[in-house]
Nanobody, 125 residues
Framework: QVQLAESGGGLVEAGGSLRLSCAASGSILSINTMAWYRQAPGKQRELVAAATKGGNTNYTDSVKGRFAISRDGAKNSVYLQMNSLKPEDTAVYYC???????????????????WGQGTQVTVSS
């Protein structure tokens, strides 16, 4: 089993900053992509930023130049530094990860694609 634990959300004024953290735990063999999504009330969940194992990153246009995603492979963690926050960034932010983990039996691994529980980010105007 693999789990994701998120932290770092909160309430901030427009123009402020927050840093989200997400750590994966369990019998992990490897993680391919770790990403942050968000879902605002009444809207669909959207990809905010993603980081691959090879170091490639991509961002949705609305956060380019303001948000930065980074990974710590040794800690199976991903971070989202959010600067110059705007009220329209208000949403529940979800961490997502895909990879493989160890299991008993044969083959001794299984793929996973899992979500964190979500963390609320609220930006006041």
């Amino acid at each position: 089993q693999v789990q994701l634990a998120e932290s770092g959300g909160g309430l901030v004024e427009a123009g402020g900053s927050l840093r989200l953290s997400c750590a994966a735990s369990g019998s992990i063999l490897s993680i391919n992509t770790m990403a942050w999504y968000r879902q605002a009330p009444g809207k669909q969940r959207e990809l905010v930023a993603a980081a691959t194992k090879g170091g490639n990153t991509n961002y949705t246009d609305s956060v380019k130049g303001r948000f930065a995603i980074s990974r710590d492979g040794a800690k199976n963690s991903v971070y989202l530094q959010m600067n110059s926050l705007k009220p329209e960034d208000t949403a529940v932010y979800y961490c997502n990860a895909d990879g493989t983990y160890r299991i008993g039996g044969w083959p001794p691994f299984r793929s996973f694609n899992i979500w964190g529980q979500g963390t609320q980010v609220t930006v006041s105007s």
